[in-house]
Structures are given as C-alpha cells and as structure tokens.
C-alpha cells in the first residue's frame, strides 16, 4: 500500500457528523409526508398519523434490547460445541 | 431445434469440466448455463420426458409457468455463482456446483414424486462436496450433520410418496394439501429443506462454513426448491401463514447479536424465505405471485450480499464482525455492490424486494389477518436493521480494523455487478418479472402511499439504528455463538447418550457377556461337527470313493439275485 497514508471519506469526524444530520432532514422529510400523500388504508392502523415512522423506530429499538437480553442467555464461547 | 433435459444439460457440462482445464473450463462452465437458458425456452411448457416404472407413470420434465419461472432462475443463479467462482482452481468445487444446479433443475421440472425424491436427494450428496471443499476438519463435522439432515428430508419425502402412491394409485406431483398421513410426510420434508423453525439450523450451522464460493451456490438452490415444492403442493394452506409469520421474526433477533456475518445472512435468508412461506400459505393469486416473485428476487439479492461476504473472507480471510471494519477504504466497490444487495433486502423504492415483499404484505391484510401482517412489519423493519445495516456498517465502516487489502478480483466484481444490476432492474421495472408469474398481475408496487410508508418504515428504522449506537445502547459485536434449536441435537442428545452409556454400562457388559458365551458355545459346536477334523466335512480321497461306490454297487448286485 501507499506509504503515506491516504484519506478518507470517515476519517473527518464532520463527514459523519453531515451523514448523521442528512438522515435526521431526510426522517423529518418523511414524516411531513404524511400530510401531503392521501393513503388508501387497507386497515386503520395504517391511517394513524405517523403510523409507519414510529413502528419502524419502535421495532427496531425493541428488537435490539430483546436481542441484547438474549445475548445473556444464548451467548457461549466459540468452541462451546467442541468437546 | 430439438431439445434436451435441462439437468442433462448441467450434468454433461459437469463431466466436461472435469477433463477440461484454464480457459477452456472458464468457457465451458459459462456456456452451461446460457445454453441450458436457450434449451429452457426452445423448451415451452408441456411434459418433455416420460418412463414407466412398475405401475407408475414417471414424468421426468414437466414444464409449466411456475416451474418455467423456477427454471430461468436457477440458470440465472447458477450463470452469477459460476463467474463468481471462475477463477477458482479448484475443479472438485467446479464439478459439484454444475452437479447441484442441475439437480435442482431435475426437482424443479420433476412431474412425479418419485422423480422429485431422486433429485432431491441428489441436491443434499451435490452440495455437501461444497462444505467439503472448504477441507477443514470442522468443514468436515459441519458436513457430515447437513448430509444426516438432508437425507433424512429425502428419506421422509419418499415414505410419504409412498403412502400417498399406496392410498390414491398415483404419484404425480401436484396440490397436495394437508390430508393424512402421506401428505404430511411431504410437508414436514419440505419443511425441513424450507428450514421452518426448529427444523432451520442445518442452514445456519452449514452455509457459514462452506467456502466463499460454495455458499453462493448454496444459497440460491435448496431452500429455493422447497420453496416451490410448497408453492406447488400446499398453497393456500393456513398453518403456512403462521409458520412463514413465525420465520419472519425469531431470525432477525439472533442476525442481531451474531458475529459471523455469513450466519448473519443465514438468518437473514430463513427470515426472507418466511415472507414467502407466508404468501404461499394465503394461497391468492397475489399472494402466490407475491412469494414466487419474492423467491425471484431473493435469490438475486441474495446471491449479491453472500457475494460480497465472500470476497471479503477471499482478500481479508475473515468474516467475523468483530474483526472487520473500514474496508470501504480497500474495497470501495464490493462496499458498494453490498449496499445495493443491502438495499434491495430491505425493499427500498426502485430496488427488488420494494416490489415483491409488498405483494405478501397486502395479501396478508385483504385476506384478514392484521396480527400476522404486524408481524411482517416488524420483520420488515428488523431485515433492514441486520441485513440492511448491519452487514454494510460492520464489515466496510464502523471503526477502522485497520485491515488493507486489494479489491475483489474483476471476475468477482463483474458477478456482483451483474447481481447488483438485476436488483435494480427488477425495482425500478418489475413488469418483466411480473409477466412471468403463474398468475396475472393485477398489483402496482408505484403508489404515492407505498413508497411514503416503505421510506418511512425504513428511514426511522436507521434512526433507531444511529439512536442506538450514538447512546452506545447497541449491543457490540463481540467473538463468540448463539445456541440456538440446534443445541438439542449438538449438545443434550449426545449427553443423554454418554448420561445412558455410563448408567447402562454395567448391565450391558453383563447382557454382552452372557451373548458371547452362548454364542461362543454354539460356535464351538459347529466347529465340533463341521471343522476340519469334523465328521460331517471330513472329506475322502477319490481313491477310497471309488472303492466304496463299487463295494455298494457289488452289494446292490448280490441283494438283487438274492
């Protein structure tokens, strides 16, 4: 490889810092979509005001916690299956 | 033009590239499947191959819409995997993965059972060569459990065509529904190549293991198989829906807190096939063209994320999360062709699974089952959190390993090329795909309403994401495994039999050595008797016979002038 090292797009702090800051425009972007679109609801749930944005996030947070929990359960060594 | 049988066609490609080497394999190997393609369409639908067998009339190739779509699939899939792999040096892996490919092609256009059992067990003795190939003793074990369970599925399918052959006088494949014994014999063989739960850890303790290659291979043909096997003999039937709803869900929860990125597909691809298994289970037209479209599309994108891993063990000879991170600096394009792959899995707008997952998705909810269809949310949210992110995120950013390596090599990068454009192919212009569904597509995946609530879906999921990791909630990728239902039978069953063994021991030993000396008693007997110096083989010399037949003779002559 090169001897001087190169630069990369995440090696400045701020480049993930503006990555960051795009998704929180582009989530807040898709919530006030929620006014503008009409929605054909194939069930009540669906019509709810930010129905979509906040299961998304609730699942996902949910998902991780449990998983976390059952790290504590489930987790062993590499050679756990080697005798 | 005359045509042949599309897995003769993969076979004999196979012994060609057994005497074939360099260039002239790499040339051989290709034209395989394009013209297998060309032989598939010269082909049209209708029975192709017939042989009796006793009583039973067997249909060898049998082609309709559905198997047609499965047909042009598996060629697809192999043409990707096989110039994944051409540089491969390695013919014993060359040779098994025609041989799969071809077998999967046998069961797909299998008009009977019987045809069906023998390519199905075909798959399982053509794919394990692939685990095998990874030659590692641990390679080894991993092969020796999925052969056991394979065939074992093979073993079942076959009682129950048998039962079903016994009660109804034929064997042809076709609906088979969930009534009597034979018929789930057949569910439960399915379900185990489908990896419904409980049945699923041949697939997460195999493909991981297999070599970069072979899990390409891998992943496109059995499961996928099963898939239609379902789609032709059990549409419709409600437990599906229950059980694809329930393999949408537990993977994604252990894909979380796995450190092997290729199990972490591994679970990722039980989950997707949940999707269909679902839409199968519906049974409606649009729900049967959602999972059959889906099955399409997974396998595409599917084939692109194992790609990807694959060509990072290939540079970095790591795969684990833990030990990976900042490739995009060394390898910008895979890092790229993985978030298409990436991208397409989650169903994003104007990528694949945008277009065939949302079919599922409103079947599930016209046909009332809202808490079904949760479920499949939820899952839909968590395969962008494991499969979307997380594979990306750990492998090509997150903290830096500090790991620089070449880029994939080109043959490699034209593969996942190739894959990255039919995903996109596929979302941005579906009605190519959707022109070759069994049934019309009424379906448009382009409203204001889906790609607003997809996107949103999607953009709170990485919000979460980024929530979770910036407040250091996220759990670490840290070295280690899961157990999972597998345990049963890696860890407790031998322990039951060492637990019996140790119990029992003393009054086996007793119960052998009464055996062997009865046995030893009754062969000193025969010995006695029949030995060498035994009177009953005691033989004479021709000499003295002689003299004893003319000495019987001259008796026989007195008596009779007597």
């Known amino acids: 490889m090169d001897d001087k090292p190169k630069r990369h797009l995440f090696d400045d702090p701020r480049n993930t810092k503006r990555a960051i800051f795009t998704l929180y425009g582009v989530c807040a972007v898709a919530l006030l979509g929620d006014f503008f679109v009409l929605r054909h609801a194939d069930h009540p749930w669906e019509a709810l005001f930010g129905f979509y944005p906040l299961y998304g996030f609730g699942a996902c947070v949910l998902l991780v916690l449990i998983a976390k929990q059952m790290r504590k359960v489930l987790m062993r060594k590499d050679d756990y299956y080697d005798d | 033009m005359t045509s042949a049988a599309p897995f003769l066609i993969f076979f004999l490609g196979a012994a060609l590239t057994a005497v074939t080497r360099g260039t002239l394999r790499a040339i051989v190997l290709l034209a395989v499947p394009l013209a ?34 499965f047909g042009y699939l598996f060629h697809l899939a192999a043409f990707i995997a096989i110039l994944f792999s051409l540089r491969l040096r390695d013919t014993v892996q ?3 993965g025609l041989l799969y490919a071809g077998s999967a092609l046998g069961a797909t256009f299998a008009g009977d059972l019987i045809t069906l059992f023998v390519f199905w067990e075909l798959l399982a003795i053509t794919s394990v060569v692939l685990i095998l190939a990874r030659r590692t003793e641990r390679a080894n074990r991993v092969a020796l459990r999925y052969l056991i369970i394979q065939v074992l599925s093979g073993v079942i399918l076959l009682s129950g065509a048998l039962v079903i052959a016994h009660e109804t006088g034929s064997i042809e494949f076709g609906y088979i529904g969930l009534d009597g014994l034979g018929s789930w014999l057949i569910f439960l063989a399915f379900g185990i190549k489908c990896a419904f739960p409980f049945l699923h850890n041949w697939l997460t303790d195999a493909y991981p293991e297999a070599t970069p290659t072979g899990t390409v291979f891998l992943s496109a043909f059995t499961t996928k198989v099963a898939v239609y096997a379902l789609a032709r003999a059990f549409p419709g039937t409600e437990l599906l829906v229950y059980i694809g709803a329930a393999m949408t869900m537990f993977p994604i929860f252990f894909a979380v807190i796995e450190n092997d990125l290729r199990r972490v597909l591994a679970y990722s691809m039980i989950n997707q096939i ?15 063209n959602g999972a059959v479209a889906h099955a399409f599309n997974d396998v595409v994108f599917k084939s692109l994320l194992f790609m990807s891993m694959g060509a990072v063990l290939h540079r970095t000879g790591k795969i684990d999360g833990s030990a990976l991170g900042g490739l995009y600096k060394s390898m910008p394009k895979t890092a790229a062709l993985c978030i298409v792959g990436a991208a397409s899995i989650s169903a994003f707008p ?3 699974g945008f277009v065939s997952k949302s079919m599922v998705m409103v079947a599930v909810l016209e046909e009332g089952h809202p808490i079904v269809w949760l479920a499949l949310l939820f899952a839909s949210a968590g395969v962008f959190h ?11 950013f997150s903290h830096d390993s500090g790991i620089r390596c070449a880029e994939a090599p080109r043959n490699m990068l034209i593969a996942m090329g190739l894959a990255a454009i039919i995903c996109v ?25 889906h790609v607003l609530t997809q996107s949103q879906l999607l953009f709170f999921s990485a919000l979460a994401f980024c929530w979770l990791k910036l407040s250091g909630l996220y759990p670490p990728e840290l070295p280690g495994i899961n157990i999972d239902a597998e345990w049963s039978y890696r860890k407790a069953l031998p322990a039951v039999v060492r637990w019996a063994l140790r119990i029992g021991g003393p009054a ?31 033989t004479l010399s021709t000499g003295s016979t002689a003299l004893w037949v003319a000495v019987l003779l001259g008796l026989t002559l007195l008596m009779y002038y007597l």
């Not at chain 2, 949940?274 to 409606?284: A, L, R």
């Not at chain 2, 579906?430 to 069994?438: E, G, Q, R």
């Open chain 2, 350 to 352: 104007l990528f694949s």
């Open chain 2, 508 to 538: 086996r030993t007793s119960v052998v050595a009464r055996a062997e000396r009865r046995l030893e008693a009754t062969f000193l007997q025969i010995y006695r008797h029949h030995g060498p110096s035994g009177l009953l083989a005691r």
């Open chain 2, 274 to 288: 949940g999707f269909m298994v679902c839409g199968i289970g519906i049974g409606t037209a649009l729900a049967v």
């Open chain 2, 425 to 449: 192919f596929n979302g941005s212009y579906p009605w190519v795909l959707y022109s070759m569904l069994p049934f019309p597509v009424d379906y448009a995946p382009y409203t204001a309403a």
């Open chain 2, 36 to 69: 297998g393609a060309l032989n598939l369409y010269a082909l049209g639908e209708g029975i192709h191959l017939e042989a009796a067998l006793f009583d039973y009339r067997l249909e060898i190739v049998r082609v309709d819409r559905l198997s047609l779509l």
């Open chain 2, 386 to 396: 494991h499969a979307g992110i997380k594979i990306p995120f750990f492998t090509f």
């Open chain 2, 94 to 96: 060359h040779v098994a």
